[in-house]
């Protein structure tokens, strides 16, 4: 497994933006396909984004494509999640995950996790 620490989360009003940022302790970073998934209170864990390993492949959900934007700096073994055009429904705490191998949208494909950082949209 891989240690992984998000960052970047706060509150900001609706149309607002905010970055977040996920580091990874692995050195073997490369290896690893990323996503990020969000929980709101009282709901199930859903997929946001994902990128393959070398960060040729993205995906999104129907609800953040062309408003969120996943990346990743494989020499600074870093994952980010830029977020434009925030809505109050996106208030959730978003987590940032790795798999080795294939990214998949599955959240049990997903063995490392990190503990999350709140975003908080204000309508």
């Known amino acids: 497994q891989v240690q992984l620490v998000e960052s970047g989360g706060g509150v900001v009003q609706a149309g607002g933006s905010l970055r977040l940022s996920c580091a990874a302790s692995?050195?073997?970073?490369?290896?690893?396909?990323m996503a990020w998934f969000h929980q709101a209170p009282g709901k199930e864990r859903e997929f946001v984004a994902a990128i393959s390993r070398s960060g040729g492949v993205t995906d999104y959900s129907h609800s953040v494509k062309d408003r969120f934007t996943i990346s990743r700096d494989n020499a600074k073994s870093t994952v980010f999640l830029q977020m434009n055009s925030l809505k109050p429904e996106d208030t959730a705490v978003y987590y940032c995950?790795?798999?080795?191998?294939?990214?998949?949208?599955?959240?049990?494909?997903?063995?490392?996790w990190g503990q999350g950082t709140q975003v908080t949209v204000s309508s």
């Open positions: 995950a790795a798999r080795f191998g294939i990214a998949t949208v599955d959240a049990q494909d997903f063995d490392s």
């Open positions: 692995e050195g073997t970073f490369s290896k690893y396909a």
